[in-house]
């Protein structure tokens, strides 16, 4: 059976990326780590890696890293040179002990994301 590419259905890469980060999105929800209070203003003026001083790792996916691709969807401006916030994913639920299953889910809607902004 042959997986459909963007191609068969002329999606843009700005357009994959947004099936892609709903996908995430609704995995998110369905694995319990969506409903979260926006963290304040503070939190957002981090400087370390994935604000992992000022917030939870789903917290930053949430209103960082999903909100700042949605914008450069929405914009369609150009890609990042590179994105790998998949190991940094699946680090968080190990330690957090979260169900194989849902790391798996997770891992994978990261990975997708992380591949098609380095690929493009």
């Not at 843009?12 to 980060?21: F, G, K, P």
């Not at 969807?73 to 990042?80: N, Y």
Request: proline share 6%; glycine share 2%; charged share 30%.
């Amino acid at each position: 059976m042959r997986v459909n590419s963007r191609e068969d259905f002329d999606m843009t890469v700005h357009e994959e990326l947004d099936v892609a980060l709903r996908r995430l999105e609704a995995t998110m929800k369905a694995t319990n780590l969506w409903q979260m209070e926006s963290p304040g203003p503070e939190a957002f003026a981090s400087q370390q890696p994935f604000c992992i001083d000022t917030m939870a790792l789903p917290q930053w996916l949430r209103f960082v890293f999903i909100a700042r691709l949605d914008a450069l969807v929405e914009a369609e401006a150009p890609m990042p040179e590179t994105c790998d916030v998949a190991p940094a994913v699946e680090a968080y639920l190990a330690q957090e002990g979260a169900r194989a299953n849902d790391r798996l889910l997770l891992c994978k809607a990261v990975e997708e994301i992380d591949r098609l902004v380095t690929d493009n």
